[in-house]
């Protein structure tokens, strides 16, 4: 069995495996430059994957989003320097204001230059930059499990997966730290964050071995988070964010209270949002193995997607009123792309 | 309710189809694990009444789409929902009456001031219904007489053309079968398309027909009728006229007819004299002067005139020669005016034939006249010629030496006569055995001359001979024929008492051979029942054998009267002639027994050829006649003839002038659950007032397109393409972001 060792310099080192199909050849390895990427072949009888991360996060994915820069909007809390805005004044080389002398102040802040003129104290502030803390809230509930013909066989909780994957690269790459949740009806894991290398490793560990299984509960979950997210910083939530839309906002616009700069990735099928299918089905709950409909989808269709539709207005506008990011997937696009996408679409905002 | 196309109501079983389809459907899901089920959940809580209403509603009509088809094309006809009959096309059957007394003149005056005949009167009639059927009804008209003739499938205006033709007829018809023609009328009327079904009977109700079994049949074909799937009705129209039904003794009338016509003799050669006797009957209480006219096919021959008294019947005469071979169709015609002018002409065939040749081979051949017992033969055999010098005999004949004739003569004899032949050589024998095997005739007449010894050494008849038995040498016996109650050859009372008068004073006798397969038929016999003329069968022909000789030498009996038809009637019968002959009568079927041929092509007069294929000796029906005159059957190259000419018997009964009774015919008409009409008029009024039973199927077929819209309707609601259009579009774009520092 031949595989490939990737070796990543700036976040990662670690050894993986090709599957017998590749998702990409073998040539466009060769030609990816080697300032980014380099990589060495070894053959070995037997091999073991280390990490089952792999199977999402794809060399190609890493490429596409490491040039990425993903800065928050609002100003945030972070314990070391940054890209980002600080709620901190502090020395900087990035002028902010001037400010009339107070008691109390540092003499040396004064600027005697503007004394000179004014003949009035002044002090002198300069903007401080942090890094962030982002978390990442990815749904592993029931629903998630749903692979449709348009999709590729990749369900949806994989492409929360990927996408989760990158946005973690993409974070501990701009050296913010990152954390992770999963959770179906209550918080299964949770992972605070960090910003060292190391700890992208355990943050995907954590993703590939979770599974799917239960019900949603987002409002609770949410709920549960504020005791987690006590300083300012992000949060992405990687759902379908099927269940109670008020519920759902109700947890946010809290979360949104307590500093939390929210992105919403909902993340859909095509068949959910299309429902094409035509003869009679038998349709099993994915979260509750007891409930299932044996219906004629052609008769429900116009009704199902008025539901759907309504659903997703809901959720459209629970977003726009709480000022959070909502990007509605599909399965069958290019996560990546998507990722691409939206940033710049946000740095354009 | 009943259905025209009763057969075709079966398709509605066809609903099942759709039913069964819905069920297998029903049975076959896929089944899928399923994330939004809130969505889905909510709709089926919102449409699962509504949606399952509306696909049942969709089965209901999927099963009544055959169900409606098919009971439209079944015709379905509900007959206690009324309709005017004015309004509603019919199928009408009339059957008419075609028989000898439908040609009685009426009473009533023609435009032309000509007497219309019952026939002429009821073709008027049935004009006129013809012409105010409803528009879309159909006619048929079916002649009643035998043997029936039916006109199916006209239009009531092009009927009415060819009834036209009926004025005109010439031919004649037999009495009328009613039974046979209701039931062609009935199975025409099955077949129609029509709701409405009528079998009118056009008749002028003959009471010697109507009063006996006509009756009772009458009643079973209305019951026959009213029993069928859309039930017939039936009614009379009569076709004599109230006076003519209140006339209750023919005799009353001035009524001249022909009884009967006979010919004699029954076969006649050409240039023969042939006599024809006609009885003719005088039915009024005056004398009347009747013409009477002789006339071979449309050729008149010979008029007499002849004075008939009072209820009294007299017979004429007349002397036909015919001129040429061939079978004629001869017609007696009385030029009388009276009433009933069908009765005064009479047809007949006669056979004409050409003269059987007769080789007469003399033992005993003497020059002086009448002395040898050939010229015996010969004076009865051909009389005409030898006595008066005419034309006229049977036959033609022939004498020779014994040893003056070969096989070469033969061939072109019919028949063969050896008088008082003393032997004949093995290769005579063998000649003539031949010769009687092909259908000759042949007749041995001993004489003195017979050498009995060496008759006796020959073969007999079961060796492929001619020996019937041994025979004594010739005695001296005195007796005279055994009388007998069924004499041979059909000989006439005077030529039998002639016969018992004979005296014989020699005879030969016989002892039958015990080894003949087929016993000999003895014609005459003696007192003592010894054989005086014997006969047996060989082959296609006979062989007879007469004990004595056939000149005065052993009996008288060429002295008789009796010798010349005996001498005929026993050549005729063992010559075999071409083809078997008989009369029958106008209407009657011609049946013959073919016993070898396997096809027969068969024209009757009147009519096309037909070929027909037989079974051998099984009778087969060859076709009845309705026009006189000959037909024959060609079975290979064998000829059977047959004519056909009106029945004297029959011709009788059919022309008695009483008709039922009004009342009479009113009991019989409700016997047979039928109205009773007089003219074309009171039908027709008769009809409009009725009612009939109305026809569904233009709602049926409006239903079954009513149902197509409605189940094109519901499968567009339920199908994909028509939510289509509330698909939302894809948010796969709608990316909602928030300006940066808005918090």
Same mark, same amino acid.
């Given at each position: ?76 809390? +972070? ?36 004394? +000179? ?24 509930? +029931? ?70 299984? +239960? ?135 | ?87 509603? @096309? ?9 028989s000898l007394s439908m040609q009685s003149v009426n009473d009533k005056q023609?435009?032309?001031?000509e007497k219309r005949n019952r ?14 059927? @409803? ?63 009528? /079998?009118?009977?056009?008749?002028d109700?003959q009471a010697s027909e ?30 004599a006229t109230p006076a003519e039904a209140a006339v209750k003794d023919a005799a009353s009338e001035t009524n001249v007819s022909i009884l009967s016509v ?15 006797s006609v009885t003719l009957q005088n039915d009024s209480q005056e004398a009347a002067q009747v013409p009477m006219v ?9 008029r007499q005139s002849v004075t008939i008294a009072a209820n009294s019947t007299s017979t004429v005469r ?14 007696v015609f009385a030029d009388y005016d009276d009433a009933s002018p069908q009765d005064h002409s009479m ?11 007769? /080789? ?105 001979? /001619? ?179 009106t029945?004297s018997a029959d011709r009788k009964q059919e022309l008695a002038r009483t008709l039922l009774a ?39 077929? /409006? ?41």
């Amino acid at each position: 069995m031949s595989f490939l060792e990737f070796r990543f310099p700036t976040c990662y080192h670690g050894t993986f495996n090709i599957p017998p199909n590749p998702p990409f050849g073998l040539a466009e390895a060769l030609v990816y430059p080697t300032s980014a990427i380099y990589f060495k072949f070894v053959l070995a009888r037997t091999f073991v994957s280390s990490n089952p991360l792999f199977r999402w996060l794809k060399p190609t994915d890493i490429q596409k989003v490491s040039a990425l820069q993903l800065l928050a909007k609002d100003v945030v809390e +972070g314990v070391t320097g940054g890209i980002h805005r600080s709620r901190h004044i502090g020395a900087s080389v990035d002028f902010k204001e001037h400010r009339p002398y107070v008691h109390g102040d540092e003499i040396r802040s004064i600027d005697w230059k503007l004394f +000179g003129k004014t003949d009035r104290l002044y002090i002198r502030q300069y903007e401080d930059e942090t890094n962030v803390r982002a978390t990442l809230v990815v749904d592993q509930s +029931g629903s998630m499990n749903y692979s449709g013909s348009r999709s590729n066989r990749l369900t949806k909780h994989d492409y929360a997966i990927r996408l989760a994957s990158c946005l973690a690269y993409l974070f501990v790459s701009q050296q913010d730290s990152v954390g992770l949740v999963t959770f179906d009806t209550a918080i299964r894991k949770h992972i605070p964050p960090r910003a060292r290398p190391n700890h992208l490793r355990v943050c995907l560990e954590t993703l590939a071995n979770s599974e799917c299984q +239960g019900e949603t509960e987002l409002g609770g979950v949410l709920h549960q988070l504020l005791s987690f997210c006590r300083k300012r910083g992000f949060v992405i939530l990687l759902s379908d964010c099927y269940g109670n839309a008020a519920e759902l906002f109700k947890s946010l616009s809290m979360l949104r209270a307590n500093y939390q700069e929210i992105l919403l990735f909902q993340i859909m099928d095509d068949d959910e949002v299309d429902f094409p299918f035509q003869n009679r089905t038998l349709f099993r709950s994915l979260e509750l193995k007891e409930q299932q409909l044996l219906v004629d989808p052609m008769s429900l269709r116009k009704t199902y997607l008025n539901n759907f539709n309504n659903h997703q207005e809901a959720i459209q506008n629970g977003c726009r009123q709480n000022r959070i990011d909502w990007i509605p997937v599909r399965t069958s696009e290019s996560f990546s792309a998507v990722l691409s996408t939206y940033i710049a679409h946000r740095g354009q905002a | 309710m009943t259905f025209l196309n009763a057969l075709l109501a079966f398709g509605a079983t066809a609903f099942s189809v759709p039913l069964i389809i819905h069920l297998l459907n029903r049975s076959k899901y896929l089944t899928i694990d399923w994330g939004a089920m809130q969505f889905l959940d909510a709709s089926v809580k919102v449409n699962s009444r509504r949606i399952q209403w509306k696909q049942l509603l969709l089965l209901l009509i999927r099963c009544l789409i055959p169900v409606l088809l098919a009971l439209a094309m079944a015709r379905p006809l509900i007959q206690t929902w009324k309709d005017t009959a004015g309004s509603t @096309p019919m199928s009408l059957a009339i059957l008419l009456d075609d028989s000898l007394s439908m040609q009685s003149v009426n009473d009533k005056q023609g435009r032309i001031g000509e007497k219309r005949n019952r026939i002429q009167q009821a073709v008027a009639q049935i004009q006129k219904i013809l012409e105010e059927l @409803p528009a879309g009804s159909d006619a048929s008209v079916i002649l009643g007489g035998k043997p029936i003739e039916m006109w199916a499938q006209h239009q009531p205006s092009e009927l009415s053309k060819r009834l036209l033709a009926l004025n005109d007829r010439t031919e004649s018809a037999g009495r009328l079968d009613l039974s046979e023609a209701a039931r062609s009328a009935a199975s025409w009327l099955e077949k129609s398309s029509n709701p409405r079904r009528h /079998l009118l009977l056009v008749s002028d109700f003959q009471a010697s027909e109507w009063k006996s079994t006509q009756q009772d049949l009458s009643r079973d074909l209305a019951k026959q009728l009213a029993s069928r799937n859309v039930p017939i009705a039936w009614s009379f129209l009569n076709a004599a006229t109230p006076a003519e039904a209140a006339v209750k003794d023919a005799a009353s009338e001035t009524n001249v007819s022909i009884l009967s016509v006979e010919s004699i003799p029954s076969q006649v050669v050409p240039q023969g004299k042939l006599t024809i006797s006609v009885t003719l009957q005088n039915d009024s209480q005056e004398a009347a002067q009747v013409p009477m006219v002789l006339m071979e096919g449309l050729d008149e021959v010979e008029r007499q005139s002849v004075t008939i008294a009072a209820n009294s019947t007299s017979t004429v005469r007349f002397v036909w020669s015919p001129t040429k071979a061939e079978d004629t169709l001869i017609k007696v015609f009385a030029d009388y005016d009276d009433a009933s002018p069908q009765d005064h002409s009479m047809t007949k065939v006669v056979r004409v034939r050409e003269p059987a040749k007769v /080789l007469i081979i003399d033992g005993d051949r003497k020059r002086e006249a009448m002395q040898s017992e050939s010229d015996f033969v010969r004076l009865a055999l051909t009389p005409f010629s030898l006595l008066r010098g005419e034309p006229g005999d049977l036959f033609t004949t022939s004498v020779v030496d014994p040893g003056g004739w070969n096989e070469a003569m033969l061939k072109d004899t019919d028949g063969v006569i050896c008088c008082n032949l003393p032997d004949l050589n093995p290769d005579q024998r063998k000649s003539l055995r031949a010769f009687v095997e092909r259908g000759g005739g042949l007749l041995f007449c001993l004489g003195d001359k017979v050498q009995v010894d060496k008759l006796n050494a020959w073969e007999s008849i079961s060796e492929g001979g /001619l020996r019937i038995g041994a025979w004594t040498t010739r005695t001296a016996w005195e007796g005279s024929i055994k009388p007998t109650s069924s004499p041979a050859f059909e000989l006439s009372k005077a030529s039998l008492d002639s016969l018992s008068s004979a005296r014989f004073v020699a005879r030969n006798t016989l002892k039958l051979d015990d080894a003949l397969t087929t016993p000999p038929v003895t014609s005459i016999a003696y007192q003592d029942d010894q054989p005086f003329l014997i006969s047996a069968a060989i082959g296609a022909g006979r062989c007879f054998w007469m004990s004595s000789s056939c000149d005065d030498d052993d009996s008288n009996l060429p002295s008789l009267p009796v010798f010349l038809p005996l001498v005929q009637r026993m050549m005729t019968t063992a010559i075999r002639w071409p083809a078997g002959w008989k009369e029958t009568p106008l209407g009657e079927t011609w049946i013959e027994n073919p016993s070898q041929a396997t096809k027969l092509s068969v024209q009757l007069p009147g009519l096309t050829t037909r070929e027909l294929a037989i079974e051998p000796n099984k009778p087969i029906d060859l076709g009845t006649g309705r026009l006189e005159g000959v037909g024959q059957a060609m079975a290979g190259e064998r000829r059977l003839y047959n004519g056909f000419a009106t029945s004297s018997a029959d011709r009788k009964q059919e022309l008695a002038r009483t008709l039922l009774a009004p009342e009479e015919l009113e009991t019989l008409a409700k016997s047979a659950s039928a109205s009773v009409h007089n003219d074309a008029d009171h039908w027709l009024n008769q009809e409009r007032s009725n009612s009939n039973g109305k026809e569904l199927w233009t709602w049926f077929w /409006l239903g079954l397109l009513a149902l197509f819209f409605a189940e094109m309707f519901l499968q567009q609601s339920l199908s994909p393409r028509s939510s289509k259009a509330a698909v939302p579009s894809a948010p796969s774009n709608a990316i909602n972001t928030t300006k940066r520092g808005a918090a």
